[in-house]
């Protein structure tokens, strides 16, 4: 499995910044993913980033506020905008193949904004 | 679109005695299937995977879950809980996306504690 690294690992935001959270992959991968788990709650897919495309944004989540790059196989990033205390959140990464379908996460980045 | 239901939010068990953790899915089609172990503060770890080969999966740490279309269910399974079990466990459902690609679509999650 592929070794995943997310930076931040956690930070604290004054309301209306921004923040931009980075993925790093080990290996070259078509897809990779970015999820927000909210305290106590499931993940919620935000994006699918799939290189030399747009990402593809999930009901609910949109490109002004979630701005994603995939720049090249091994690296993504999420960008939150504009934040508000409700986008405290562990925001993930993860990356998939088409054909077996399994996704291997990151760590997260936890975020508070105050 | 596919769904998957977890029927438990929360589960208590004594060390060395059986876990059952109930997941229930909802698809058109064969679907593929997975749970995941959240610890705390930490990522998330594949535990197994059902993708149409044995109905009977095995995973690490000596889970394993059993694929039954007439029921719908994917539940998770041990023989014996570990303290080190204790964790949130997500039952998963991978539905086609847009372009022929996939997401994943996850349960709420069940908290699993182990009494010593």
């Known amino acids: 499995s592929a070794v995943i690294s997310q930076k931040p690992s956690r930070d604290i935001c004054q309301r209306g910044t921004s923040l931009t959270i980075q993925c790093q992959v080990d290996?070259?991968?078509?897809?990779m993913f970015w999820y927000r788990q909210q305290p106590g709650q499931s993940l919620t897919l935000i994006a699918t980033?799939?290189?030399?495309?747009?990402?593809?944004?999930e009901s609910g989540f949109v490109i002004d506020k979630f701005p994603i790059s995939r720049p090249n196989l091994t690296f993504s990033t999420l960008t939150v905008s504009n934040m508000s205390p409700e986008d405290s959140s562990i925001y993930l990464c993860?990356?998939?193949?088409?054909?077996?379908?399994?996704?291997?996460f990151g760590p997260g980045t936890r975020l508070t904004v105050t | 679109a596919q769904s998957v239901t977890q029927l438990d939010s929360h589960v208590s068990v004594s060390e060395g005695t059986p876990v059952l953790l109930r997941c229930n899915y909802s698809?058109?089609?064969?679907?593929?299937l997975f749970w995941y172990v959240q610890h705390p503060n930490k990522g998330l770890q594949l535990l197994l995977k059902y993708t149409s080969a044995a109905t009977l999966v095995k995973g690490i740490n000596g889970f394993e879950a059993e694929f039954k279309k007439s029921e719908t269910s994917f539940h998770l399974t041990k023989p014996s809980a570990h303290m080190s079990d204790a964790a949130e466990y997500f039952c998963?459902?991978?539905?086609?996306?847009?372009?022929?690609?996939?997401?994943?679509?996850f349960g709420t999650g069940t908290r699993l504690k182990v009494l010593a």
């Open positions: 998963v459902v991978s539905d086609t996306a847009l372009g022929g690609t996939y997401k994943y679509i």
């Open positions: 698809s058109s089609y064969s679907p593929s």
């Open positions: 290996s070259q991968v078509t897809m």
């Open positions: 980033a799939n290189q030399g495309s747009e990402a593809t944004y």
């Open positions: 993860s990356v998939g193949e088409q054909l077996r379908r399994e996704q291997y």
